[in-house]
């Protein structure tokens, strides 16, 4: 038997490496086990968000984006810019260069905090104790007195596209194309779908995403999904929906995709890569030996009640592994309130508050309900909507498209929700997230002084017109 922890986190994403840092500023004796390699083959921390996740997708995001803009947004400004040209390798090498600085200062955080690094693989056994098996093939146990685990998630296959690494892929695969492909075809417009087809778009893919379901980010305000549609089709994105893929084959170095369309009829693409993002399953293959009594629930995550206590006394879970979005912040303070609560302390986390991004350009963004969940609560409600077009700011930067949306309770005039299609949608919700944390009104909002010029003021009219005072906008209604 090796060392004994206060606490062992299994998994070093945001849900373990965040809880352990906490744990140890509360003075306990914390370890977290991570097996993953970075591209240098050397052991990295930070999981999927830092190494092929949230990070290295958002740089290529922007990278992207400033290549589209330099090419296509400046004229309008009045600057002429020639001979703009790409050096893919040079971006994805600047992607890694931002995973490596992140990814190593967690290893620093780690040593500043006391929190003990275990290089290799975890397996939670009876009774609290840790086996983790390193690249040697030695297996060291551990005790400890909490078990957090924190594996996070790993991309769903599906047997109709099978991944070569090459021409079909997953979105690890998508973050490292070497060249632009000519025809990109990705399964499953959702999230991944979205930002990645966005950013190879941008550097001059023709993209077809081929989407199972009728409906378009059916989770999201159906009315903000619908404007959100219409710009992304409008940037060049082909959306189809209600596509069932039968087959994808590698042929002579293209993919064949051969799928059934919205009408039932048999249709078929020749593409240069295939992506595959069809959704995540959560990362519980050998994470636990049988006799430990864990209880999976019915959609086979890690079962945890309010704040992430399992049925095991003194296991844990957090993250993709639970239930909840598969959000990184989602996982971080999750990991924060279990440290807090093993520490003693009686932490809580809001769950109706966490908000949600697609980055896209215009970025989407939502926080609390959606008018779709209002309507079905039955509970009255109102809505104040606000467009970019009639923001000065917006206009300012030729970035006019999309609006806010907010919804309030027609008794308590307190926010229920807002949905944001537009630039910097993502720091516009959360100044609503933290309304929404400290009840406030659709009136509070619109009774605050903000600064102008701004998008926010976007929010602010928004808000305002709730109750019909809207001041840049015709209401609908006025009182
Ligand atoms: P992970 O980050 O998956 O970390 C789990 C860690 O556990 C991994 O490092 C893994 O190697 C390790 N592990 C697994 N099994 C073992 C074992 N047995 N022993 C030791 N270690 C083990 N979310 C956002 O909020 N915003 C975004 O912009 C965003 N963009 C994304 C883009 C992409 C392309 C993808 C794929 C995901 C994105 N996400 C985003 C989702 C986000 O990455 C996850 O929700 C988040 O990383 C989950 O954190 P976690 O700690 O639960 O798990
Ligand atoms: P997703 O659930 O967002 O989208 C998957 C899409 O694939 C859905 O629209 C689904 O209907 C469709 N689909 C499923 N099976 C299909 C099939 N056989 N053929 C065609 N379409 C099919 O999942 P994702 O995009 O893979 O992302 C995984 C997770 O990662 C998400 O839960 C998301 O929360 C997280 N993520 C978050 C961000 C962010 O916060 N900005 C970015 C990327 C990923």
Redesign the pocket.
Known sequence: MSDKFDVIFIGGGPGGYVGAIRAAQLGLAVACVEKMKGKDGKATLGGTCLNV??IP?KALLDSSYKFHEAREGLAVHGITASGVALDVPAMIRRKDDIVKQLTSGITQLFKANGVTHIKGSGKLLADRRVAVLDDAGTETLYEASHVVLATG?V??D?P??PQDGQYIVD?TGALEFSEVPPRLGI?????????LGSVWKRLGSDVVL????DSF??AMDQFIAKEAKKTLGRQGLDIRLG???STASVKEGKVEVRYSDKDGNPQQELFDRVIV????KPNTAGLFAEDCGLSLDQRGRIAVDGQCATNVPGVWAVG?LVRG????HKASEEGVMVAERIAGHKAQMNYDLVP????THPEVASVGLTEEQVKESGQAYKVGMFPFVASGRALAANDTAGLVKLIASEESDRILGCHIVGASAADLVQQVAIAMEYGATAEDIGMMVFGHPTLSEAVREAALAVNGHAIHIANRKKR
Not at 187 to 195: Q, R
Not at 210 to 213: K, T, V, Y
Not at 356 to 359: A, H, P, S
């Open positions: 996740g949230c997708s998630s991309p769903i599906i109709v596209a979105s399964i499953g417009a959702g999230v991944i779908g979205l930002e081929l989407e199972a379901m980010l059916p596509c069932r893929v993002c069809v959704g995540r993709d979005p598969m959000l990184a949600g991004v697609i980055y």
